[in-house]
């Protein structure tokens, strides 16, 4: 039996679109039949995902290449979208790195601005631009912001990114609470280890070190991610999940794991 679907033909906006959680979610919210807007900064695969994903799910999709961390270039892209693809329902604001594992002090100016302007600067944008049409149409929207574990508890080498995953949790809170008079919907999506090319990002290439964050533990996978937020899209409009974290089975937070050895 086939999964009823609550959004199909609905518009749905994807940041960080390229790889990972945001590819993943790309085609688990296509299965359901909405039409996506792609986001993210490499346009060779933006246009490669809109021809493999309308080819396989019938349904349409917009690559639009921005750098999130961009106000400017935010307001001007989105703002001349396609009258067919402005009225947004579901925001996923899913892009988001880490670089580094220095202790706070030993980040580099441009490390830091790295993961401030994106992970909250850029998702602020996204939102700001966003949010104000879906007020104005009285959208049973969906805000899925992708926060993580790291920002329920911090740990050594990550403070930095710590502190940004933690102002993802307060402002998804306190958005919650600035639409609560409205029908949308805002949830905070925590994932714990996910195996991605975030590691490799945050250890600046070095795949062998990046595999070894998730040797001896069954990890979670893109796809784990994105059906979850393809399940609380799908959910009836009377639901809201307000936060939800997923672990590995062997991972109690964000500091405590358990790691298998031959």
């Known amino acids: 039996m086939s999964l009823e679907s609550r959004i199909e033909g609905k518009i749905s906006l994807i940041t960080g679109a390229t790889s990972g959680i945001g590819k993943s979610s790309i085609k688990e919210l296509a299965k359901l039949g909405s039409n996506v807007i792609i986001i993210g900064r490499r346009e060779d695969i933006l246009l490669d995902l809109k021809k493999e994903i309308e080819s396989t799910y019938k349904v349409k999709i917009l690559p639009v290449c921005l750098d999130i961390r961009d106000a400017k270039e935010i307001e001007k892209k989105l703002g001349d979208l396609p009258a067919e693809w402005k009225d947004v329902d579901i925001l996923v604001n899913n892009a988001g790195l880490a670089i ?5 002090y030993n ?13 909250i600067k850029g998702l602020l944008y996204i939102t700001r631009a966003i949010v104000p049409q879906m007020i104005e149409r009285n959208a049973e929207g969906i805000i899925i912001n992708l926060g993580s574990v790291a920002g329920n508890i911090a740990y050594g080498g990550g403070a930095i990114y710590c502190g940004t995953k933690a102002a993802i949790r307060f ?11 409205t029908p949308i919907r805002v949830t905070n999506v925590e994932p714990g280890l996910v195996e991605t090319e975030f590691s ?20 979670l ?5 994105a059906a979850t937020i393809a399940y609380i899209c799908n959910l009836p409009k009377n639901i809201q999940v307000p936060e939800i974290i997923l672990t590995p089975t062997h991972q109690a937070d964000g500091v405590h794991k358990h790691y298998e050895t031959n």
């Not at 402002?171 to 008079?181: A, E, P, T």
């Not at 490799?200 to 990890?219: E, F, H, L, N, W």
């Not at 996978?221 to 991610?225: A, E, H, R």
């Open 200 to 219: 490799i990002i945050r250890y600046r290439g070095d795949k062998a070190a990046a595999k070894k964050v998730y040797t001896g533990i069954d990890a």
């Open 107 to 119: 980040n580099t100016v441009e490390e830091i601005d790295a993961m401030v302007d994106t992970n």
């Open 221 to 225: 996978t893109p796809d784990d991610i």
């Open 100 to 104: 580094g594992t220095e202790k706070a």
């Open 171 to 181: 402002i998804s809170d306190g958005l919650r609470i600035d639409l609560m008079n």
